[in-house]
T-cell receptor
Framework: DADVTQTPRNRITKTGKRIMLECSQT?????MYWYRQDPGLGLRLIYY???????NKGEISDGYSVSRQAQAKFSLSLESAIPNQTALYFC????????????FGDGTRLSIL | GQQVMQIPQYQHVQEGEDFTTYCNSS?????IQWYKQRPGGHPVFLIQ?????EVKKQKRLTFQFGEAKKNSSLHITATQTTDVGTYFC??????????FGPGTRLSVLP
C-alpha cells in the first residue's frame, strides 16, 4: 500500500555497520510491525508496537532495536550488521482491536557483505 | 508458541487446473487470515475467517475454516496466470500479533 512507506528500498552495506530502516504510514493506524522475510521461511516478526509508548519483542528480536517516534513512524535499527541479517524487511500496520488485517509496505531489500 | 504449517511448499499447475493450499495449526485458533504476495511484491490481505466451518468465496477463490478451528484451506478454481504468487496463512497469536505460515508458492504455466 502506498499508505505505508519504507525507506530505503534497497541497501547494501558492510558487516559491522549501523543501519536504520524507516517506516511511515498515513493510515492512522496505532499498530505497527517489523518483519523479515527469508526464502522458505515466510514472514518472521522482529518487533511490534501498539502505540507510541508500547514496544514488544517478536520472534527474532536479537540483533535488532526499534523506535516508535510517533504514531506514524516506526524505525528498525541493526546496531552492528552481520551477513545473516541479509533479508527482505517489511513494515506493516493494522488498526486497533482484534481481527484487523495488516497493511504492508513495499519492503527494504538489505544486503550485508 | 504457536506452530503453523502450510502444504505444499511449492505447486506448479497448468493454467485452468485447480489449486489448493492447506494451513495447519498446533493449537485451536480464534481466527485466521490469508495473504497473497506477488513475485517482487508485498503481502496483501485477502480474507479473514472467524467461525468454525466458515466458508467464504472471492470469485474463483474459496476459503474454508476447519470445524475444529485448527486448519484452513484456500482453493483456486481454474487457475490463471494472475494467480501466480505465494499464499500465506496468518494465525492470531492470542490477540497480540499474527504468526505467518511459511507460504505456498504457486506457479501457473500458460
Amino acid at each position: 500500500d502506498a499508505d505505508v512507506t519504507q525507506t530505503p528500498r534497497n541497501r547494501i552495506t558492510k558487516t559491522g555497520k549501523r543501519i536504520m530502516l524507516e517506516c511511515s504510514q498515513t493510515k492512522g493506524h496505532d499498530r505497527m510491525y517489523w518483519y523479515r522475510q527469508d526464502p522458505g521461511l515466510g514472514l518472521r516478526l522482529i518487533y511490534y508496537s501498539f502505540d507510541v509508548k508500547d514496544i514488544n519483542k517478536g520472534e527474532i528480536s536479537d540483533g535488532y532495536s526499534v523506535s516508535r517516534q510517533a504514531q506514524a513512524k516506526f524505525s528498525l535499527s541493526l546496531e552492528s550488521a552481520i551477513p545473516n541479517q541479509t533479508a527482505l524487511y517489511f513494515c506493516a500496520t493494522s488498526g486497533s482491536g482484534t481481527n484487523q488485517p495488516q497493511h504492508f509496505g513495499d519492503g527494504t531489500r538489505l544486503s550485508i557483505l | 508458541g504457536q506452530q503453523v504449517m502450510q502444504i505444499p511448499q511449492y505447486q506448479h499447475v497448468q493454467e485452468g487446473e485447480d489449486f489448493t493450499t492447506y494451513c495447519n495449526s498446533s493449537t485451536t485458533l480464534s481466527n485466521i487470515q490469508w495473504y497473497k504476495q506477488r513475485p517482487g511484491g508485498h503481502p496483501v490481505f485477502l480474507i479473514q475467517l472467524v467461525k468454525s466451518g466458515e466458508v467464504k468465496k472471492q470469485k474463483r477463490l474459496t476459503f474454508q475454516f476447519g470445524e475444529a478451528k485448527k486448519n484452513s484451506s484456500l482453493h483456486i478454481t481454474a487457475t490463471q496466470t494472475t494467480d501466480v504468487g505465494t499464499y500465506f496463512c496468518a494465525l492470531d497469536n492470542y490477540g497480540q500479533n499474527f504468526v505467518f505460515g511459511p507460504g505456498t508458492r504457486l506457479s501457473v504455466l500458460p
